[in-house]
């Protein structure tokens, strides 16, 4: 490769022994610019990745002074093997383990009778989410929050009645030959943080930073002392923070450093996309290049449609079938199929365990809930399309899903989208802008409300996905946007 100077300067920088955050834009090089690093020093590196796939990809590129792993990989080899004969358990509904740790009882709290299923999932959920955490003891503000029970004193009631069956269960998962509670791979994951780690290594890479769990940022920056650290990744696609992911690039200590030129896109593709960096407050800014000539225009027949919900990607889904196109869902359709059964058994005045709608009895219920409620306002879309389409077609839908590679066109959420690219994509309608507000414009007419920074950085992440041509579709209206379009500042 013949280096940028940036990645010029990446590499003095790490020769140098400095600490490092790399910003690397959509398509500016990242796995290059590592390896450029790793190959130029013959000392003892560790490459930790995203996911198991990346890991594999990394070992056969990166030189075999570098070990390529996942963090899950890294413990279970110090102590994961331990509890082998749990993780090969058989799976079990979550309502047999509760009632294995005491929960049999429904039990009423406002207005809402919650089954011992749920609070069996709950209770699980609770553990989850301490794993994920770099927390050292299991806490109150780890039971999570309910639909149906989002006033505070409603919450503070669950918690007192279940944190003492969270403590129950993390007590079971801590025995290594046998217990009631499944034990799935984050268990040991945070038994190894607990454990106050030493990773065997004079240099470690963590790519995807943007996205990392506290409990490995905890592990991580503890090796601070015997270690080169260089964290990788782009802050403006940090978009799991809803799950419990922590950006660890900003503030990081260390040398701050930027890749901004893409190599995936053209300079027209590049203004697109800063205008949503610019909206987020991002630290980089992208240089697309110039012998890509990436156009912003509508397009037909894409191949991919990227969503803003699941709900949308349904809707997604069901037209391109309608039309007689083959269709693919990035990440399978098990999420809308599991959606769809959930609406059927609430129609059908049952109970369903789907952890996001619980507590509702009846599906009228929660027609009601989603149209009044505005804490129920992002169920409203599902709702309608049931109420459209019923459920049997949805699942149809569904069943007739193609694989990628035999599909004319692949519909996926803008976060199943992170890291992939196409050649031709469309932007969906389900990226809505926001409400207007009560402020008028000199014409009187009203101004639209702020975007979120949250909002700004899926944006980026959806419209970097190109490498020919892009149809902005449901993100049209940031050309009309006051943040979209701001103010020449006054010199």
Known sequence: MNP????????????????????????????????????????????????KAIALDAATRFPHTVHCKTAHALAYAAIGHRYAPRLNAPRQAGWRTGAALGLTQTVRIGERDITARTLSHT????VARYCHSADRTLAAHHIPPLRGLEDKDLHAELTELLLPFAHKAWADLQHPE???????????????????????ADYLLLDEAQDTNPVLEQVFCAQREHAQLVVVGDSAQAIYGWRGARDIMTGFNGTALTLSQSFRFGPRLATEANRWLAIADAPIRLTGTQALHTELGEVPDPDAVLCR?????????????????????????????????????????????????????????????????????????FVDLIDQHGTEEVLAAVDHLSPEGRAQVTVSTAH?????????????????????????DSNGHPLPGPIEDTEA???????????????????????????????????
């Open 416 to 440: 199943r989208a992170k890291g992939r690219e196409w050649e031709t994509v469309r932007i969906a309608d389900d990226f809505t802008p926001p409400k207007d507000t009560d402020v008028q």
């Open 457 to 491: 950085r899926l944006a980026y992440v959806a419209v970097t996905r190109t490498r020919n041509r892009l149809d902005l579709g449901g993100l049209s209206w940031i050309h009309q946007h006051p943040d979209g379009n701001p103010a020449p500042r006054p010199r």
């Open 309 to 381: 919900t699941n709900i949308g990607a349904m809707t997604e889904v069901m037209a391109h079938l309608a039309a007689g196109r083959t269709v693919a869902l990035a990440g399978g359709g098990h999420s809308l199929r599991t959606l769809a059964t959930a609406a059927q058994d609430l129609k059908d005045g049952r109970r369903t365990p789907h952890p996001e709608l619980v507590l509702f009895p009846t599906w009228g219920e929660l027609q009601e809930y989603a149209e009044h409620d505005p804490a129920g306002r992002d169920l409203k879309p």
């Open 178 to 200: 046998q217990g009631v509670v499944r034990f799935d791979h984050d268990h040991y994951l945070k038994l190894w943080a607990l454990s106050d780690p030493t990773i065997d």
């Open 123 to 126: 209770v699980l959920h609770a």
């Open 4 to 51: 940028t100077d940036e990645q010029t300067t990446a590499a003095d920088r790490f020769h140098a022994g400095d600490h490092l955050a790399l910003q690397a834009g959509a398509g500016t090089g990242k796995t290059s610019t590592l390896l450029l690093l790793a190959s130029r020093t013959q000392r003892r590196g560790r490459y930790i990745a995203f996911n």
